[in-house]
């Protein structure tokens, strides 16, 4: 059964950087198009941004020029560098396949803070 660990959040200051990190056991990582979501208190979870091997990576209109999605599929595992935090940005963020087909990890909660 394929699993999926996301860690790195943290509390951060408005303008701050966070990196999260999600790990996903298995095999068959490299063929699946992997995506950051996250689900801010009382609100719908969002596709954040998608990467799929070698190819484009779309990002929601509210993190375009603030977050950065990569992966490695060497290690199993997918990337969100985040920028120029907001306070807009607090939510529990989470991996999965996009669209979203496997069981969800706890996510890492990411809180941004003065």
């Known amino acids: 059964q394929v699993q999926l660990v996301e860690s790195g959040g943290g509390l951060v200051q408005p303008g701050g950087s966070l990196r999260l990190s999600c790990v996903v056991s298995?095999?068959?990582?490299?063929?699946?198009?992997m995506g950051w979501y996250r689900q801010a208190p009382g609100k719908e979870r969002e596709l954040v941004a998608s990467?799929?091997?070698?190819?484009?990576?779309p990002y929601v209109d509210s993190v375009k020029g603030r977050f950065t999605v990569s992966r490695d599929n060497a290690k199993n595992t997918v990337y969100l560098q985040m920028n120029s935090l907001n306070v807009e940005d607090t939510a529990v963020y989470y991996c999965?396949?996009?669209?979203?087909?496997?069981?969800w990890g706890q996510g890492t909660q990411v809180t941004v803070s003065s």
């Open positions: 298995g095999s068959w990582f490299s063929i699946y198009v």
């Open positions: 999965n396949t996009h669209p979203s087909t496997l069981r």
């Open positions: 990467i799929r091997s070698g190819g484009n990576t």
